[in-house]
T-cell receptor, first 110, second 114 residues
Framework: GQSLEQPSEVTAVEGAIVQINCTYQ??????LSWYQQHDGGAPTFLSY????GLEETGRFSSFLSRSDSYGYLLLQELQMKDSASYFC???????????FGKGTRLHILP | DAGVIQSPRHEVTEMGQEVTLRCKPI?????LFWYRQTMMRGLELLIY????????DSGMPEDRFSAKMPNASFSTLKIQPSEPRDSAVYFC????????????FGSGTRLTVV
């Protein structure tokens, strides 16, 4: 089976840095993705890590360690608009299904 | 590209009625997925198609749920008869073959069964 674990909630201050962790247990693995979802909106694709290491896209970075079955999303210079839920997801190469974690609700304080 | 288009945005129906949700994927995407999202269960994969062919429907909760993809530009998810516990947001998403592409989600259909 497949499972992903991420914290249910994280709180940080505007302008600060926050890290959202994700651990996974999968039978197959094709890479770790991150999605953002604002209240009432649809999930939107943020990043993808197929290989170990750090991927950077503006204020957001994502990291993967396949040997540890672990990844994280790093958000820098937090803005109020970053208040949202963040989902990690893995894609199984055997059937191309993507399984999502339960999501981490990010609260940002002014 | 207009993205993934779902309709309706909101649906309120009475228990026992048939509900049909519609989705138009992004042109050229090989995969189409139907997800259901609730507070309790998160994002659940119901069924997905590859080149219009259903590949895995193991997430479809009951026989009351059915999905079709008659062509590359259209898919439906039908619930018959609907029940209050089906109330959720239903998302359609499409994806290219390569994993880097990620999924593009539609805006979702918020279904309320009373």
């Amino acid at each position: 089976g497949q499972s992903l674990e991420q914290p249910s909630e994280v709180t940080a201050v505007e302008g600060a840095i926050v890290q959202i962790n994700c651990t996974y247990q999968t039978s197959g693995f094709y890479g770790l993705s991150w999605y953002q979802q604002h209240d009432g909106g649809a999930p939107t694709f943020l990043s993808y890590n197929g290989l170990d290491g750090l991927e950077e896209t503006g204020r957001f970075s994502s990291f993967l360690s396949r040997s540890d079955s672990y990844g994280y999303l790093l958000l820098q210079e937090l803005q109020m608009k970053d208040s949202a839920s963040y989902f990690c997801a893995v894609r199984d190469p055997r059937d191309d299904k993507i399984i999502f974690g339960k999501g981490t609700r990010l609260h940002i304080l002014p | 590209d207009a993205g993934v288009i779902q309709s309706p945005r909101h649906e309120v129906t009475e228990m026992g009625q048939e509900v049909t949700l519609r989705c138009k994927p992004i042109s050229g995407h090989d995969y189409l997925f139907w997800y259901r999202q609730t507070m309790m269960r998160g994002l659940e994969l119901l069924i997905y198609f590859n080149n219009n062919v259903p590949i895995d429907d193991s997430g479809m909760p009951e026989d009351r749920f059915s999905a079709k993809m008659p062509n590359a530009s259209f898919s439906t998810l039908k619930i018959q008869p609907s029940e209050p516990r089906d109330s959720a947001v239903y998302f359609c998403a499409s994806s290219p073959r390569t994993p880097r592409g990620g999924y593009t989600f539609g805006s979702g259909t918020r279904l309320t069964v009373v």
